[in-house]
C-alpha cells in the first residue's frame, strides 16, 4: 500500500504562515460539499460507496468477469450430456461389379446400402465426474469475479480517500490565501502610516503569489484524481463528480480476532486458491477415471439390391491400452493439486502479512489522531490565537504572526495527512477481509 501523499501545503504554504482562521477551514469545506449534497443522489463522488454501485454496473472490467463466470456457469448441463450420436451410410459394391451396371454414388444403386445410427457412452461415473469439474470451473469462475471485484472497490475507495483529502487541502489552502489577503491589506494600511517597512509589504505579496500557484497544483491534482475516478466507472475523464463529504467516522480500535477470522474465510484471493485445489481436484479424479474403457452401441439396416432388408445390432468397447501416457496425465494432475495447495497456503500467508501490517499503520495513525487532536492542535491554535492579539494591540511582530500560523497550519496538515493514511490503511483491511464483496 502506497501511504505517499503528495500534500501542496508545503514550504509555500508554512512561509505563509498568516493563512489562517484554519479552524474555520474545515467548516467552509463542509458546509461545501453539504452545498452539494442536492446533486449527490444524481452525480456519484460524495461518498465512496456511491461510486462503487455505479461500478458495480459500469466498469467494463468487472463485466468481463462476471460474464465469464456466467460462461462457466452455462458449460455444466452440457458437461453432462451424452455425446452426440453419429449417423454413417455405407454404399457396399459401389462400383456394381457383380450386377455389371455403371458405378453408383446412390442410394439404392448400388449393391448394398447400410444406414447406421451409433451412440458413444462415456464409461461409468465419467459423466458425474465431469459435471463435477464443471461446477469446480465454476466455483472458480465466481471466486475470480469476486476477487476483480473486490480488488476494484477497494481501487475505488482508496482514489476517493485521495480526491477527498484534496478536496479538503483545497479547503485548507483558500482559507490560508483568505487570510494572506487580509493581512496583506493590513500591511498595506501600516506601511502607508508608516508603521511597517516596504520589505514586509512585498514579502507578503510573495506569499500570495506563492499560495495561488499551491492552489493551481491541488486543483490538477484533485482534477487528475477524479479523471482517475470517472476512468474505473467507465465514464468521460471530465465527468462531473459530487463534492466528497466527510466519511464515516474512524472507529476506535479493530478486533483482531475478528479480522483473522474473516480473513480465513473472506479473503478473495485464498478463496481463489480454495476454488483452485476443488478444481484440480476433481480433474484428477478425471483424470483416474480414463483407465476405464468408453463404449457405443449401434444400429444397422440393412438394404442389400435385391433381397430381403435385415437389421444388425453392435457393440463396441475402447480399450484404454495406452497405459504409460494415462500414467504420465495422472502424474500431472497429482502436482496439479499439490501445486493448488501451495498456492492456497501462500496466499494465506501473504494475506496474514498484509493484514499484520495495515493493522499496525492504522493503530499507529489512530493514536496519532489522538495526540494531534488532543494535545498539539490545541495548543497551536491558542498560540496563534495569542499571537494575532498581540499583533493587534502591537505588541509583536509580523514574523511572530507568521510563525504562530506556520505552527498551525503545519499540523493541520499533518492531521489531514494522518487521517488519510489511517483511512488508505481500513480500506486496504476491508480489502483483505472481503468486505467489499
Same mark, same amino acid.
Given at each position: 500500500m502506497n501511504n505517499d501523499f503528495p500534500f501542496g501545503v508545503h514550504r509555500s504554504l508554512r512561509r505563509a504562515a498568516c493563512m489562517i482562521a484554519l479552524a474555520a477551514g474545515f467548516g467552509l469545506s463542509t458546509a461545501f460539499a453539504q452545498g452539494a449534497g442536492a446533486n449527490a443522489d444524481a452525480i456519484p463522488g460524495a461518498t465512496a460507496r456511491s461510486l462503487i454501485d455505479h461500478a458495480r454496473l459500469a466498469n467494463p472490467g468487472f463485466a468481463a468477469a462476471r460474464a465469464e463466470a456466467d460462461a462457466a456457469r452455462e458449460r455444466v448441463t452440457p458437461a453432462g450430456a451424452l455425446p452426440d450420436p453419429r449417423f454413417e451410410l &455405407? @454404399?457396399?459394391?459401389?462400383?456394381?461389379?457383380?450386377?455389371? !451396371?455403371?458405378?453408383?454414388l446412390l442410394p439404392g444403386q448400388v449393391g448394398e446400402t447400410r444406414y447406421r445410427i451409433v451412440q458413444p457412452l462415456p464409461g461409468w461415473g465419467k459423466r458425474e465426474l465431469a459435471v463435477q469439474a464443471a461446477q469446480a470451473q465454476v466455483g472458480q469462475a465466481e471466486a475470480m469475479r469476486d476477487a476483480i471485484w473486490v480488488e476494484l472497490a477497494a481501487r475505488i475507495e482508496a482514489l476517493w480517500l485521495r480526491y477527498y483529502a484534496a478536496d479538503r487541502e483545497r479547503g485548507l489552502a483558500r482559507d490560508a490565501l483568505a487570510l494572506l489577503q487580509g493581512l496583506e491589506a493590513l500591511g498595506l494600511a501600516r506601511y502607508e502610516l508608516g508603521l511597517l517597512p516596504q520589505q514586509a509589504v512585498l514579502r507578503m505579496q510573495r506569499e500570495i503569489t506563492a499560495q495561488r500557484l499551491v492552489l493551481v497544483d491541488i486543483e490538477q491534482r484533485r482534477q487528475g484524481l477524479a479523471a482517475g475516478l470517472n476512468g474505473l466507472l467507465g465514464r468521460a475523464h471530465d465527468a462531473p463528480l459530487a463534492a466528497p463529504a466527510d466519511p464515516d467516522p474512524l472507529p476506535e480500535r479493530l478486533e483482531a480476532a475478528a479480522l483473522v477470522e474473516a480473513l480465513a474465510s473472506a479473503n478473495p484471493e485464498v478463496q481463489v486458491a480454495a476454488n483452485g485445489i476443488d478444481l484440480a481436484r476433481a480433474e484428477r479424479e478425471r483424470t483416474y477415471q480414463d483407465r476405464l474403457p468408453d463404449f457405443a452401441v449401434g444400429v444397422t439396416n440393412n438394404r442389400p439390391d435385391q433381397g430381403k432388408a /435385415?437389421?444388425?445390432?453392435m457393440f463396441e468397447v475402447m480399450i484404454p491400452l495406452q497405459q504409460s501416457s494415462r500414467r504420465a496425465r495422472e502424474r500431472e494432475a497429482e502436482y496439479r493439486v499439490m501445486a493448488a495447495e501451495a498456492r492456497r497456503e501462500d496466499a494465506r500467508a501473504r494475506?496474514?502479512?498484509?493484514?499484520?501490517?495495515?493493522?499496525?499503520? $492504522?493503530?499507529?495513525? !489512530? &493514536?496519532?489522531?489522538? @495526540?494531534?487532536?488532543?494535545?498539539?492542535?490545541?495548543?497551536?491554535?491558542?498560540? !496563534?490565537?495569542? /499571537?494575532?492579539?498581540?499583533?493587534?494591540?502591537?505588541?509583536?511582530? $509580523?514574523?511572530?504572526?507568521?510563525?504562530a500560523e506556520r505552527q498551525l497550519i503545519d499540523i493541520r496538515t499533518r492531521r489531514l495527512q494522518t487521517e488519510l493514511e489511517t483511512r488508505l490503511a481500513l480500506a486496504e483491511i476491508k480489502k483483505l477481509t472481503g468486505e467489499f464483496k
Open positions: &455405407e @454404399l457396399m459394391d459401389a462400383t456394381n461389379t457383380m450386377s455389371g !451396371r455403371s458405378a453408383s /435385415s437389421w444388425d445390432v494475506a496474514g502479512a498484509e493484514l499484520g501490517s495495515a493493522a499496525s499503520m $492504522f493503530a499507529r495513525g !489512530r &493514536e496519532t489522531l489522538r @495526540l494531534l487532536d488532543h494535545t498539539l492542535l490545541p495548543q497551536a491554535q491558542a498560540t !496563534r490565537d495569542a /499571537s494575532r492579539a498581540a499583533l493587534a494591540s502591537g505588541t509583536v511582530d $509580523f514574523d511572530s504572526v507568521i510563525e
